[in-house]
């Protein structure tokens, strides 16, 4: 039968079919005051979601004192909710923030709030949802992974290795730590392609990806810029010992058989050490022109050209 919007419905009911529907939103409503003295409750509390609070009797005891309920929050994200807080209760501003909190029945889940303040007594009551977001969080985490990592190898790509390095330039000024940069891409990569054919080439490029990554830390990284063309940023590297990792690479990379008979797969490279104050751009010049130079001395070959 069709809803009737015309029709009456009386006190008990309505009050029962809110009940009801509180009770299946999924995620939870609530209501939460902080008096001035800084006392917090939850004097309402409904919704799929809620037992995520506690039990019936740990979400009753949420009626008198709230604090309880705040430890669920993940410690690195406890801050930036208060924060949240303290900026919604001071401007009376719409409060939207996200935090983990950790399940009862174990594990932990991300969740969204949005809540709304009104100021009451002498202090404040937010009226406000609270949702599970975990599925967004993971797809939203997916989504980077995506646009950071080079489809063929699997390994950071440009966009990545940009933001790598940006990252490790401001902590190499802040601090005054060494940083290299090698850039190196393979020897004459395109009669390899035009001799064994584009998925010979791709097999080459991602065993190259797997015999670099063996011969570096942890905290390098090794990214490929496209094409046959690949960079390894070296934290806490000067250039003497950069150079020495780049002939590591270089031999690993010629002394492997990557099944092209009679033909070796050789790369060149090229070495630069961050100069403190410099810009991104002008390291990867260095680098570039390194790189350039091992190529015109016969290829095959690691070069960190004098400084001038």
């Given amino acids: 039968m069709p809803f009737d919007s015309t029709t ?16 299946r939103l999924p995620g939870l409503i609530f209501q939460c005051y902080r008096s001035a003295e800084g ?9 799929a979601d809620s037992p995520v609070l506690g039990d019936a009797h740990q979400r009753l005891r949420l009626a008198d004192d709230g604090r309880h309920a705040f430890d669920r929050v993940h410690p690195e994200d406890f ?35 949005r809540a709304q303040p009104e100021p009451h007594g002498d202090g404040t009551l937010w009226h406000g949802v609270m949702v599970d977001i975990s599925e967004q969080i993971a797809h939203q985490a997916h989504l980077r992974e995506l ?16 933001s790598c390095l940006d990252y490790q330039l ?27 054919g584009h998925l010979k080439g791709d097999e080459v490029l991602c065993r190259l990806a ?21 960079a390894v940023l070296l934290p806490l590297t000067p250039r003497p010992q950069a150079l020495a990792v780049a002939q590591r690479l270089r031999e690993r990379i010629a002394g492997h058989d990557f099944g092209l008979f009679p033909r070796r797969v050789t790369i060149s490279l090229g070495v630069a050490e961050y100069r403190i104050g410099e810009n991104r751009e002008a390291l990867i010049d260095r680098a570039d022109r390194h790189l350039y130079i091992a190529k015109e001395s016969g290829r095959n070959r690691a070069i960190d050209a004098p400084e001038n």
């Fill in 147 to 162: 646009s950071d990592t080079d489809e063929l190898t699997g390994l950071p790509n440009r966009r990545k290795l940009m």
């Fill in 79 to 113: 801050p930036r909710l208060m924060v949240a807080v303290e900026r919604s209760a001071k401007g009376l501003s719409l409060m939207a923030t996200q935090f983990r909190l950790s399940r009862p029945e174990g594990g932990e889940a991300w969740f969204g709030v």
């Fill in 210 to 230: 797997t015999l670099c990554q063996e011969e570096l830390r942890g905290e390098d990284t090794l990214a490929r810029l496209g094409g046959e063309e690949f």
């Fill in 170 to 196: 401001s902590l190499s000024c802040r601090h005054g730590t060494p940083l290299s940069l090698i850039l190196f891409d393979l020897d004459h990569f395109k009669r390899v392609n035009d001799t064994w």
């Fill in 39 to 47: 006392r917090i409750c939850f004097p309402y509390i409904a919704g």
């Fill in 8 to 23: 009456l419905e009386r006190p008990g009911e309505a009050s029962q079919r809110l009940a009801t529907l509180s009770a």
